[in-house]
């Protein structure tokens, strides 16, 4: 099984994926928690920001254009099955990563926490390609709402664990929860 962790530039939080969490660097937090899982045969950093890197996998600089459902397309097409994970979520674990992977029966599988489906805590494979691909010629942008309406595997572990970081405030809760 392979890994792709989705980093990209931030807006709201600029450089986001180079903040220092408990002494490491975000991306380097999200990658060391996969690498020692030992789940992943391949850890795979995919970005469009050429900043960011980290020893614990490969960068591959993402050329799609676009957004996040854009970039799916592009991994699907290279890796045909994968679990994607936010660079931006350093409370993942070992357990949370096991439920995900434990669930998988060849039907995408998506994490829901307390009603909300985690596009980036999500296994896709290429049995959903040309249904994704229909899903954006029709005009559709939301990862979120097409894991809604397609054949996923939903589910639901209510936990602190998938937030990501976007905002100041949310990196405080995470150190406050994390004890640094």
Known sequence: ???VIFAKRSIRLPAKHHIMICGEEMIDRVSRILYESKIFDRIILYTKDETINSRY?????????????NSVIECLKIYSEFLAIG??????????LKIIID???????????YGIIQPLLS????LILNSLN?????????LYKFILNNDF?????NTFKTMS????????????????
């Open 153 to 157: 595997k939903i589910i639901n572990v």
């Open 1 to 3: 099984m392979i890994a």
């Open 103 to 113: 669930a998988y029966d060849k039907r995408p599988v998506s994490l829901s926490s």
């Open 134 to 142: 229909s899903y954006i010629m029709s005009g559709g942008t939301s």
């Open 123 to 126: 296994l896709y494979n290429n």
């Open 165 to 180: 970081v976007n905002t100041s405030i949310d990196l405080i809760k995470i150190k406050r929860y994390l004890g640094c």
């Open 57 to 69: 996998c490969e960068v591959v600089i993402d050329h799609s254009n676009g957004i996040l459902i």
């Open 87 to 96: 660079g931006d979520m350093p409370l993942i674990d070992y357990d949370l």
